[in-house]
């Protein structure tokens, strides 16, 4: 690999150059250039260059430049070993009000479906990294009949909480692995600051994530911000480069670790996938979480009623290119690589009331009541308290009464992982593993779909 820079200045004068390899030095040269050999064929790698000067000071760490080098054998999938990724999302305070605990990922059989777990979320905040929920994270303690290990959390113990539970849960499946997701939906507006800084940003994340405390228990970094140089709960204003260099900065820092993004999925035309470099960041992620689910809801709330996470467009759809189809072909066409990209699944339906119309399409009064929120329903409630009526565009919906729900099942999930495979997209993922049924079967269904 050749490598060139521009020279450094200094007051001092510069002395040499350290060349940095996935964030380990390989290198010191005077020149402004090196080869670097001895390297692997079809392999990843990221280099930046940092100056020193004649007090023997070193300056900042250079922008990264992602490489692949040639030979090897085709592009592997994110995961290697030929395997799809397969990941679904635990939410820190599922352990509130759903007592859904890490344990249920193993007596629901799930645990031994996934490969990865997206641990939700960590805060960004002040443009860092930041501890979402201190107590849910490391501090409650489970009894026995909670934890993983069938053991009772002690006051003294130097880990407790979810932190704790993933540790036990990758004791007993050694091949998982857990990310640390930051951000989401009520944080990203932390990331205006994090863009402003990014290397400083990717510091922060890489020092919490690798906390002593903790740092077995996590194999890389998530970034969900909703969304980049457009809106979501706020509007950012980062502009469309803001994404790339914070996700270089993060590969800079994190090397081999992983590092990936949730993303939009909105394929319409000047939407928020063409708002931001998605493919100039793509060298820098193991992959995207694309997230194909939400486009139509009760915020909507006279309708008309549409299925929330479509597959393909339909005669009447309310918003042209809010599809999974729409998203994909787009950030493939904007040079996103396919395997790259994961297909996303909403554990749960998004539903009205006050209408009669059993086909999509039809008027509404508001949002169908839900256990946890209006409008929304675990997909465990809804299988049997509002049973599917029919299918479009590749998922579910339900009439019953005065109530219109749509949800994807065994059956629709299994149809999306076929047409994901077709695609040649890199795996699979799900908002979140608490909407299945105790015995996770739509976990079994998107893990026996993907090949």
């Not at 130097?158 to 692995?177: D, E, S, T």
């Amino acid at each position: 690999m050749k490598l060139s820079w521009a020279a450094a200045t200094d007051d001092k004068g510069v002395k040499n150059y350290d060349v940095l390899r996935d964030g380990k030095k390989v290198a010191t040269v005077t020149t402004t250039s090196y080869t670097d050999t001895g390297l692997s064929a079809g392999t990843d790698y990221s280099y930046t260059v940092q100056a020193r000067d004649t007090a023997d000071q070193t300056g900042p760490v250079s922008g990264s430049v992602a490489v692949r080098t040639t030979g090897g054998t085709t592009t592997p999938p994110p995961t290697g070993g030929g395997s799809k990724v397969k990941l679904g999302y635990f939410t820190e305070w599922g352990i509130y009000g759903r007592n859904y605990n890490v344990k249920n990922l193993v007596t629901s059989g799930s645990a031994s479906k996934i490969t990865h777990i997206n641990y939700a979320f960590g805060n960004v905040t002040g443009g860092k990294c930041a501890i979402g929920d201190s107590y849910a994270d490391y501090d409650k303690a489970f009894t026995a009949d909670q934890s993983v290990s069938g053991v009772a959390d002690t006051w003294d113990q130097p880990l407790r909480g979810n932190f704790n539970q993933l540790r036990q849960l990758k004791a007993k499946y050694p091949n998982i692995k857990v990310l640390w997701s930051f951000g989401g939906w009520t944080w990203s507006g932390g990331f205006a600051d994090a863009a402003k800084n990014p290397a400083a940003f990717a510091q922060s994340c890489y020092d919490l994530v690798h906390d002593p405390r903790w740092a077995d228990v996590f194999d890389g970094i998530d970034i969900d911000w909703e969304y980049p140089n457009a809106c979501g709960l706020t509007c950012d204003t980062s502009g469309p480069a803001a994404f790339r260099n914070l996700m270089s900065a993060l590969r800079a820092k994190f090397g081999k670790e992983l590092v990936t993004a949730a993303v939009t999925a909105d394929g319409s035309a000047g939407g928020k996938i063409e708002a931001t470099d998605y493919a100039g960041a793509s060298p820098y992620v193991d992959w995207y979480n694309v997230m194909t689910y939400d486009f139509f809801g009760a915020w909507d709330a006279k309708g008309p009623t549409a299925p929330h996470s479509p597959l393909t467009s339909y005669t009447g759809i309310p918003k042209a290119g809010f599809t999974t189809a729409d998203a994909m072909a787009k950030f493939k066409a904007q040079g996103v690589p396919a395997n790259k990209l994961l297909i996303g699944i909403g554990f749960y339906g998004r539903g009205w009331t006050g209408v009669t119309q059993d086909a999509p399409g039809g008027t509404a009064t508001g949002a169908a009541s839900g256990t946890y929120e209006a409008g929304i329903e675990d997909y465990k409630v809804l299988k049997n308290s509002c049973p599917v009526t029919g299918t479009v565009a590749g998922t579910a919906y339900a009439h019953c009464g005065t109530n219109w729900w749509s949800y994807d099942t065994p059956a629709t999930i299994k149809s999306k992982m076929a047409w994901a495979n077709s695609q040649g997209l890199g795996g699979a993922f799900f908002w979140e593993f608490s909407g299945d049924t105790s015995d996770g079967e739509l976990v079994n269904a998107l893990s026996s779909g993907l090949s």
